[in-house]
């Protein structure tokens, strides 16, 4: 059974910081590019998942613009984990944070959610 279960979320003011994990099981790590998308709170139409940073499976690192500087992402395979440190925290973080697996073959594309982690920031 492949699970993804992200931890890490929670409260914080305008400043702080937060480390995100995604503990995956199930899988190959390894050959996963691995993605912490990010969906904002608001009236429905729901908004879509963002793409906040990514990791391919050979290490590339990719971020949103609006990350970049802030956002570090990173992968333990050894440990089939993906952290996601965020520094300097403003309101517009605030958003469930869901961890993503992906990998492609000729077989065709594969991908997984994790349940999603809540992040507030707020004064």
């Known amino acids: 059974q492949i699970e993804l279960v992200e931890s890490g979320g929670g409260s914080v003011q305008p400043g702080e910081s937060l480390r995100l994990s995604c503990a995956v099981s199930?899988?190959?790590?390894?050959?996963?590019?691995m993605g912490w998308y990010r969906q904002a709170p608001g009236p429905a139409p729901e908004k879509p998942r963002q793409?906040?940073?990514?990791?391919?499976?050979?290490?590339?690192?990719d971020y949103a613009d609006d990350v970049k500087g802030r956002f570090t992402i990173s992968r333990d395979n050894d440990r089939s984990t993906v952290s996601l440190q965020m520094n300097n925290l403003k309101p517009d973080d605030t958003a469930v944070y869901y961890c993503?697996?992906?990998?492609?073959?000729?077989?065709?594309?594969?991908?997984?959610w994790g349940q999603g982690t809540h992040v507030t920031v707020s004064s």
């Open positions: 199930g899988l190959t790590l390894s050959i996963y590019n």
């Open positions: 993503n697996a992906n990998f492609t073959s000729y077989s065709g594309k594969y991908e997984y």
């Open positions: 793409l906040v940073a990514l990791i391919t499976s050979s290490g590339t690192e």
